[in-house]
């Protein structure tokens, strides 16, 4: 299967009751489970647990324990509230009786109101950006976490990974980078919603180290996410262009905060996301 598939693949969970869905891993996996990849299973578990299907409003994850690769996860239904307009429910993640991580997802539809966002960055054509795969040519080495990872997500920067960035020298506040599946996804929310919460988890800390001019690979760096929330504000199709704009508010204390806006090709303001992690940074002990 190509790495598109394989997304698809995972987030097809199996129900084993009304509350209890089983999830797999796919063929290429970090040390231990990747996190954007549990919070795209268990969205799809809250979903797929409705009676009457409401949008998402809101995802908010706190991650607990790693998750081993070898070993399917268990997501565990709690539902909270059912109403016609409103709905919560709590997802538990867990491997063999151990809770990985801990999800509650809120639905609502509101129906027509004031409506604002903040304004969209530049919105350059993606098609005109280099793709993921050209950026990590010659950098196989330097990254290879990236370099191997799966990609289902297609990824153009407007600006220079931080890889590239720090061989250069260079620092930056932001980062921006186009996203969309790799493949023409079903007429289905759930699923649209799940990829964008599954890349919602890739380059939103990136800000903290490019902010330093510091770079994966490159510098002795920690990090480990503490937990990551999305709001959802409108409907999108995510095998569309999205833009992904994340910046790092603050670092301290060993921990850095990353925040992000996914907007459309037009500007408006789909999504916004709020990563914690724990960096660490140890100076002078490059690994590459």
Do not use: C
Request: overall charge negative; aromatic content about 10%; glycine content about 8%.
């Amino acid at each position: 299967m190509s790495d598109f598939d394989e997304l698809l693949a995972i987030l097809q969970l199996d129900r084993l009751d009304d509350s209890l869905f089983l999830g797999t891993h796919p063929s290429k996996n970090p040390i231990r489970t990747f996190g954007g990849q549990m919070m795209a299973q268990a969205f799809v578990a809250a979903g797929r647990s409705l009676d009457n299907p409401l949008p998402p409003s809101a995802m908010s994850v706190h991650f607990i324990a790693g998750g081993d690769p070898e070993l399917d996860l268990e997501f565990h239904v709690v539902r909270l509230r059912d109403e016609r307009r409103f709905a919560n429910r709590r997802v538990d993640v867990m491997q063999k009786g151990q809770l990985l991580t801990s999800a509650m997802v809120s639905y609502l539809t509101g129906g027509r109101g004031l409506e604002h966002g903040v304004e969209a960055p530049p919105l350059d054509d993606p098609e005109n950006l280099p793709p993921i795969d050209d950026l990590l040519r010659g950098y196989e080495d330097v990254v290879p976490h990236f370099a191997n990872a799966l990609r289902p997500i297609e990824w153009r920067h407007t600006n220079d990974p931080a890889w590239v960035m720090r061989d250069k020298g260079e620092r930056l506040a932001h980062n921006r980078v186009w996203m969309k599946a790799r493949g023409a996804m079903p007429d289905d929310p759930v699923l649209h919603g799940a990829a964008l919460v599954y890349s919602s988890d890739t380059t939103v800390l990136d800000s903290i180290i490019t902010t330093h001019g510091l770079s994966w690979g490159y510098d002795r760096i920690f990090a480990v996410t503490t937990n990551h929330s999305v709001w959802f504000h409108r409907p999108f199709r995510f095998d569309d262009w999205l833009l992904y704009s994340t910046t790092s508010p603050v670092a301290a204390d060993s921990r850095g905060l990353g925040s992000g806006h996914f907007f459309d090709g037009s500007g408006r303001l789909l999504a916004t996301v709020v990563q914690e992690g724990i960096v660490k940074y140890f100076p002078g002990r490059p690994t590459a």
